[in-house]
């Protein structure tokens, strides 16, 4: 095995709009990462095509973060349904579990791959209105699987989880010492429309490339 070897890392924190990666420094904001594969395993890739349209009358907004394990929880509501969705980085949509949804609304039974290459029976389901704090969303499709393997094992309400496209209008900064999350409307250069609130500055810069809205960085295993 040669000294150095090239490999492909997901990204964690990312910002939509800016083709870096921003880490902060213990002074401003400080991130550490999780395990995307806990909360995909044995669930479908989800469909990339949907457009998940951010709306809410606000620039700057902070949502509280829970956790359960490494698992990373917002409350949302989604139609008349409250709970929790959690935040999976290497995920690219939303996906719902088939336990609190209706089936009246609920399109075909399909069969998908989850990353791990098992066959899990999918769904579509119809959303009215999904909630996250001050920001919602309208009228869009996303993919249903049964999750209550995930409930089981933390003991949570768990809706669903949703990935990095349903975040695609925002700057995104992710401060999990302070268990927040931070969104920033940004304009058609990715910059932040809100002025007002100085943009910290990060520790390391890092060129990142998306892929079916997943962001990856290259890095260097050294020995």
């Known amino acids: 095995m040669p000294s150095q070897r090239k490999l492909i890392a997901l990204l964690l924190l990312m910002l939509w709009s800016f083709q870096h990666f921003l880490f902060a420094g213990n002074d401003t904001k400080t991130s550490v990462g999780h395990s ?13 095509d949907v457009i998940y ?21 917002i409350d949302a509501m989604i139609d008349s349904v409250a709970g929790n969705l959690i935040f999976d980085t290497g995920s690219a949509g939303l996906v719902l579990n088939s336990m609190y949804f209706r089936s009246t ?18 769904t579509k389901y119809y959303i009215n209105q999904m909630q996250l704090s001050d920001v ?3 009228n869009f499709e996303a993919d249903m699987t049964d999750l209550g393997h995930l409930e089981r094992a933390r003991k949570i309400k ?21 268990n927040l999350l931070e969104l920033h409307r940004i304009d058609k250069k990715g910059k932040r ?7 910290p500055k990060f520790d390391v810069l890092l060129p990142m490339r998306n ?13």
């Open 105 to 122: 609304r609920r399109s075909p039974l399909l069969e998908s791959g989850g990353i791990t290459g098992a066959v899990a029976g999918v």
């Open 158 to 178: 768990i809706l669903g989880f949703f990935g990095l496209s349903v975040l695609k209008d925002f700057e995104v900064v992710l401060d999990l010492r302070n």
């Open 136 to 138: 919602f969303y309208r």
């Open 193 to 199: 429309i809100n002025n007002l609130l100085a943009v």
């Open 36 to 48: 995307p594969g806990s909360v995909n395993k044995n669930v479908p890739v989800e469909n990339n």
């Open 211 to 223: 892929v079916s809205n997943i962001m990856f960085i290259e890095g260097e295993n050294r020995r």
């Open 53 to 73: 349209k951010a709306l809410g009358d606000f620039q700057s907004l902070t949502i509280p973060l829970k956790r359960a394990g490494k698992l990373i929880l």
